[in-house]
């Protein structure tokens, strides 16, 4: 399965940022992989800003997307956990066919 967090470049958990927070918990989590991706322009919802690169990058808040891919039970009990965690905008999961694991996994 396939969870995708959705938030932004200037969300924070304290002084750290809330995309590196997540990614440090589905670690501790023992999760199978998770990557951040940076988007190029989106909104949240229909009432929100618009994020996107300004000139100079002065504002810039960029969209953000977690994804994090293991079976769908530790999926949703991860979720289940960042129920306290701001900023979070919409977490979606949806089935994925893994077609091949890097050479340097170990079992699990």
């Known amino acids: 399965m396939l969870l995708r967090l959705y938030t932004d470049e200037n969300a924070h958990v304290g002084d750290r940022r809330l995309v590196d927070e997540l990614v440090r918990r589905a670690r501790e ?12 322009i989106g909104f949240g919802t229909r009432a929100g800003p618009i994020h996107q690169h300004h000139s100079l990058g002065v504002g810039d808040n960029m969209p953000m997307v977690v994804e994090i891919v293991d079976v ?4 949703r009990d991860f979720v289940a956990e960042l129920g306290g965690l701001r ?13 091949t694991i890097a050479a340097n996994q170990t079992g699990g």
């Open 29 to 40: 989590a023992g999760l199978a992989g998770a990557t951040v991706l940076r988007g190029r």
């Open 72 to 75: 769908e039970e530790r999926l």
């Open 87 to 99: 900023h979070i905008g919409l977490a979606t999961i949806e089935r994925v066919e893994v077609l």
